[in-house]
């Protein structure tokens, strides 16, 4: 299968720079978000989770902000790189709720050589 | 270790058909989940499930049965294609203490 991205914002980065990709979220009772990763014709993969209690979390070359004032989320991927091409979805969870998942519209992510 | 597995991969049907799309994970994990994935739009959730014998709607459960007779297997049942069911399912485990959730490759069904 193919993964969505007909009609999804795009990035587009050169190889090297670093890239920040944005997730507004409207449940103000979210207390868990967390960014998958999904290559074409895969199913989502996980990247990094933050805690509603966090404004910041970092990872291998990922780091997660958190902006609860405004309801936005982001990821920040350093020295990006061609494998790091593929549609990026931010989701959240209420109450530690880990049986649901509501996620956003996704990010593709072009990185070019 | 196979993770999650998803059967059949690719799947054309005529509306009013039925079927079933299998869904097996072999990390014990007590948390299942079917989500659908349309163009321009992320996963939904289908149907849940917190261990054997347990099941709850999510946000699009309409035409969906589910049912989890095991630990293991998470079967999704449709039970009169629409060709609004055209979309890519995704079937996801995870343990109970979360975050992160693993899923299958997909099911790409086409109804017709």
């Known amino acids: 299968g193919e993964s969505v991205g007909l009609h999804l914002p795009t990035l587009s980065v050169q190889e090297g720079d670093n890239s920040i990709i944005n997730c507004a979220y409207s449940?103000?009772?979210?207390?868990?978000f967390i960014w998958y990763k999904q290559e074409s014709g895969k199913g989502p993969q996980f990247i990094i989770d933050i805690r509603s209690n966090m404004d910041k979390r970092q990872g291998q070359r990922v780091t997660v902000l958190l902006n609860k004032t405004v309801k936005h989320l982001s990821l920040q991927i350093a020295a990006t790189q061609p494998g790091d091409s593929a549609v990026y979805f931010c989701?959240?969870?209420?109450?530690?709720?880990?049986?649901?998942?509501?996620f956003g519209s996704g990010t593709k992510l072009n990185v070019k050589p | 270790n196979a993770g999650v597995t998803q059967t059949p991969k690719f799947q054309v049907l005529k509306t009013g058909q039925s079927m079933t799309l299998q869904c097996a994970q072999d990390?014990?994990?007590?948390?299942m989940s079917w989500y659908r994935q349309d163009p321009g739009m992320g996963l939904r959730l289908i149907h849940y499930?917190?261990?054997?014998?347990?099941?709850d709607q999510g946000e699009v459960p309409n035409g969906y049965n589910v049912s989890r007779s095991t630990t293991e297997d998470f079967p999704l049942r449709l039970l009169s294609a629409a060709p609004s069911q055209t979309s890519v399912y995704f079937c996801?485990?995870?343990?109970?203490?979360?975050?992160?959730?693993?899923f299958g490759q997909g099911t790409r069904l086409t109804v017709v």
């Open positions: 996801a485990s995870l343990t109970a203490g979360g975050p992160e959730a693993f």
């Open positions: 989701a959240e969870i209420e109450t530690y709720n880990f049986n649901k998942f509501y």
């Open positions: 990390m014990n994990h007590e948390y």
């Open positions: 449940n103000s009772a979210s207390d868990y």
């Open positions: 499930s917190v261990g054997a014998g347990i099941t």
